[in-house]
């Protein structure tokens, strides 16, 4: 190993002292009067968040069969220092704004379900970014996509419920646009493949993620909360049905595959995320989340042999597939349904439709350019770009014995 990269490694602990010293000090001057008394949200919501946010996601990534203390040690790195971001960035927009006050547990409780957006871009670079990378990008994601909640919420009134379900949506596109400035990695690489025992801990973190997915699209939800757990679990249910379905007719020798089980039965709930408060029946969240698992199991068919290959993007962990398609049937479900429920007073339907419709082209338009400029910036001399030839391999970061 150079010892430029002997270097690097060396300034990142100061890089993240210096971070967490910064942090602090912004804390000091924008929270040393205390907040609300009462939080509106349980602790037992927040837990539910919590515990899908880093154990979930942190053992979902852990499917690459060299790369098991990475996705789970800088999943942890990235979510304690992006959540602390994502507090001071809300915090600073409601002293600049004179909003009132939101108790302490309501902010953390949104600050984590914030880091949803850059743990799926995380995906996308999977094995490709070094530390101080990971670090700069979660900062500007989170900042990013803080703006753009707060243009939704202020000029489109978009709900604060519905604003942060836009999270898989964003994560998805940010993350394959900064994917799309990386090199990849040779084909047929040993490395960039699972093992048994990988895909065993990574469908650990699916299973955490399905489990607590109904408490992450209700714990914004003031009103109807129990219509949104409800729907979002049928939605789950039918996904995770129609994974195991199509897994056995599209192999060739008719055998489950356990990627295809390990992205679809999630697909469910990232597409009833918006709309789960305006589905009346669960017979709709049901199809809806049929629909979202068939559009993940076929669409990681045709994205990665058609459209990835022809952009040049390597999708690590298959985001598109997994969160970005969902994430867009569902912008779209929520439309229709809006349609269906207000059909007769054409007079406001107009309006509706069009903010609903921007604020979904406004988050995928900013995550996209913010993305790509990203990758751009992650890829200066200064920040030593990762060499190909040590993707994907835990050895370049930790100590390992084998």
Known sequence: MSSSYRNFRNNVPWLILFLEAVFIGLFYFLF??????????????????????????????????????????????????????????????????????????????????????????????????????????????????????????????????????????FGAYFGLAVSSRFSEPPPRSEKDASTPKSDLFSMLGTLFLWVFWPSFNSVLAEDNKSK????????????????????????????????????????????????????????????????????????SYCLQRCLNPALKIHDASGVHFTFGLPAVLGALAQVVLLLIKNWTNLSSLGYLVLVHIGAFCLTISVALITGFITGLILNLRLFKTTPVSKYFDDQFYWEVSF
Not at 70 to 94: A, H, K, R
Request: with cysteine; glycine share 10%; net charge positive.
């Open 32 to 169: 040393s009067d205390g907040g609300a008394s009462r939080s509106s949200i349980s602790y037992a919501a927040f837990q539910d968040v919590n515990h899908m946010v880093i154990f979930g996601f942190g053992f979902f990534l852990t499917f690459l069969r060299r790369y098991g203390f990475s996705s789970t040690g800088f999943n942890l790195l990235i979510i304690v220092l992006g959540v602390q971001c994502s507090v001071l960035t809300e915090g600073l927009l409601g002293f600049l704004l004179q909003r009132p006050r939101e108790d302490g547990l309501k902010r953390l409780t949104k600050a984590t379900l914030s880091m949803t957006a850059v743990v799926i871009s995380t995906g996308a670079v999977l094995g490709k970014t070094n530390p101080m990378q990971l670090i700069l990008m979660t900062v500007v994601e989170m900042l990013v996509f803080q703006m753009s909640r707060f243009v939704n919420s202020t000029f489109l009134r978009v709900p604060d419920n519905i604003g942060m379900m836009h999270v898989h949506l």
């Open 228 to 299: 949104v757990i409800y729907n979002t679990y049928f939605a789950l249910a039918a996904s995770a049905v129609t994974a195991f379905v199509l897994s056995a007719l599209t192999t060739k020798d008719g055998k489950f595959r356990m990627s295809h089980i390990h992205s679809a039965v999630l697909a469910g709930g990232v597409a009833v995320g918006c709309a789960a408060h305006r589905i009346e029946y669960p017979w709709i969240a049901m199809i809806l989340g049929l629909l979202a698992s068939v559009i993940t199991v076929l669409g």
